[in-house]
């Protein structure tokens, strides 16, 4: 089956700085989605980036298909960004579509 | 408002009582999914739907059963539960069952059981 890594597991912030999550996955994938679980549990969706890079406000995505790997690039961190972050990777094919979720990275930024 | 309506949000039951999570979206989706959510596990996927009368298996089928007989609902069915189905469950659904489509999800349901 699709195997999905995260790295790292928890990394706590001083708000205001960088990180990047990395995602790295096997080669059974169509493409990669990333989501963020706030604390209050609600899941959105934030990136669907089967190749190359997206951005959206203050994050942005890379994924190198042909490497297995996805970046998460967070920046100038804010409270707001606590929570978890996952990555999916999706496999489809003639009547299914499957989604599975890496562990997640717990994200805690700091005032 | 587009939305994926879970019920209940919260449960405590007993092992081997029957017991159904319902999963309603607005969207006229055809795809939808339920997920576990476990410490330590993130989220694996139950069962998922493409359309109407099309379930099939995720990763962690075993003890649960769904139905799709009609667009709007995706109920998932414990028909015995046990303890090692405790967890936070997720409905999810988006208009297709292909790459590219944004995933909505439900709020989550807690379930208890003992």
């Known amino acids: 089956g699709i195997q999905v890594e995260q790295s790292p597991p928890d990394l706590i912030l001083q708000e205001g700085a960088n990180s990047t999550l990395r995602c790295n996955f096997s080669d059974s994938v169509n493409n990669l989605q990333w989501f963020h679980q706030n604390p209050w549990g609600q899941l959105i969706n934030l990136f669907y980036i089967p190749s190359g890079t997206k951005q959206n406000g203050r994050l942005s995505a890379t994924t190198v298909a042909t490497e297995r790997y996805s970046l998460l690039y967070i920046s100038s961190s804010q409270t707001t960004d606590s929570g978890v972050y996952f990555c999916a990777a999706v496999s489809s094919g003639a009547g299914s579509y499957q989604l599975t979720f890496g562990k997640g990275t717990k994200l805690s930024v700091i005032p | 408002e587009a939305q994926v309506t879970q019920n209940p949000r919260y449960l405590i039951t007993v092992t081997g009582k029957k017991l159904t999570v319902t999963c309603s979206q607005n969207m006229n989706h055809e795809y939808m999914s339920w997920y576990r959510q476990d410490p330590g596990l993130g989220l694996r996927q139950i069962y998922y739907?493409?359309?109407?009368?099309?379930?099939d298996k995720g990763d962690v089928p075993e003890g649960y059963k769904v139905s799709r007989k009609e667009k709007r609902n995706f109920p998932l069915i414990l028909e015995s539960p046990s303890p090692n189905q405790t967890s936070l469950y997720f409905c999810?659904?988006?208009?297709?069952?292909?790459?590219?489509?944004?995933?909505?999800f439900g709020e989550g349901s807690w379930l208890t059981v003992v």
């Open positions: 739907s493409m359309n109407v009368e099309a379930t």
């Open positions: 999810a659904s988006s208009r297709e069952g292909r790459a590219g489509n944004t995933i909505y």
